[in-house]
């Protein structure tokens, strides 16, 4: 319950300076960090298995939520739209499910809302497009 | 003197011309500028986390099948989230977008789930259709990579649904009007 409340507060001081979370404290697992931003394009890689090449994951755990922040980089239309289309959801050793977007925004997605659940790796995949630069936090 | 009054006439007609094609214009995309389902409030589950993160009203858009849509007000701006319809208030999933929607350029925020099951290929199958689109937009079709239609589903009160997909890959997807137009392409 502690554990719980700890990652309510911290995401609530997320959505206040427009990161997924920027805490290390109460984050299972972020992306580049946990107070910053990172570039997710072709190639891209977290090196630890992940189910496609150009995409960054967790370690295997039982995750509750997945938030991944991205930004206008290179640069938005007037509609805050980009040219680089990502994935973010979780997998497992089966399969791999998500959402996808290319927009300048924050979303959040629980395991249960894709089908899934047990032992998964939180992922965001660079898909098509251009590079795109995003936070993401997972928490347990 | 009849030179001037004549270059006068040709200017004025075409600035009426220009105004009348600008309205006709704007008139035209005003629908994919709105959502007219207001929904009504619903309280998001206490135990939700989504109460943490800025959240200052929920509206429930639509029930279809087994999954409810919402309408989201947050600190950040507004979002749209979804979740199950046996749990009203219970929010699986939250997409906050930053800037304008709907509009003509963007009249649809797709959160359908989409699977891949090959390390190799990018093919992705349909897992569940779901999303929010414009007034304008009465269907959605989900498009095979070469361009043939895998599933249709049609936009009720701003909300489309499909807990019944087909197998096999998708690759994006296409908002028409009530005449068949194609008005909008995922990109």
């Known amino acids: 319950m502690t554990r719980l409340a700890l990652l309510f507060s911290v995401i609530a001081a997320a959505a206040a300076i427009g990161l997924a979370q920027p805490s290390s404290a109460a984050a299972g697992w972020c992306w580049p960090s946990c107070s910053g931003y990172g570039m997710l394009g072709p190639g891209t890689s977290t090196a630890n298995g992940c189910w496609y090449y150009s995409e960054v994951c967790s370690g295997w755990g039982y995750w509750y939520l997945n938030g991944v922040s991205k930004t206008c980089y290179p640069g938005c239309d007037p509609y805050n739209g980009t040219n680089g289309k990502i994935l973010y959801g979780f997998e497992n050793r089966d399969r791999i499910r998500g959402n996808f977007t290319s927009s300048y925004g924050r979303r959040y997605v629980q395991p249960g809302e894709l089908g899934m659940g047990g032992y998964l790796r939180a992922q965001v995949t660079w898909w098509a497009g251009t590079t795109s630069q995003i936070n993401v936090a997972v928490a347990g | 003197m009849k030179l001037t009054l004549a270059v006068a006439a040709l200017l004025v007609a075409a600035a009426a011309g220009t105004v009348l094609a600008t309205r006709t214009h704007a008139s035209e995309r005003a629908p994919l500028s709105r959502i ?39 600190k950040g701006g507004p979002c749209v989230g979804a979740g199950p319809a046996q749990e009203p208030g219970k929010l699986g999933t939250v997409d906050c977008p930053r800037g304008p929607f709907p509009t003509s350029e963007r009249p649809v925020l797709d959160l359908s789930v989409y699977e891949g099951a090959s390390h190799d290929s990018h093919d992705v199958s349909l897992y569940r259709a779901e999303g929010l689109a414009a007034d304008g937009v009465v269907s959605i079709a989900f498009l095979r ?39 909008w392409r995922s990109p």
Request: hydrophobic residues 40%.
């Open chain 2, 36 to 74: 007219s389902n207001e929904g009504h409030r619903v309280a998001v589950q206490r135990s939700s986390v989504w109460n943490s993160f800025g959240l200052r009203s929920a509206s429930l858009l639509a029930v279809r099948g087994a999954r409810a849509i919402y309408r989201l007000e947050s």
């Open chain 2, 145 to 183: 990579p070469n361009g043939t239609v895998a599933l249709k589903v049609p936009v009720s009160a701003n909300v489309y649904e499909a807990g019944v997909t087909p197998s096999g890959p998708v690759a994006g997807l296409v908002a028409y009007d009530a005449a068949g137009k194609e008005l």
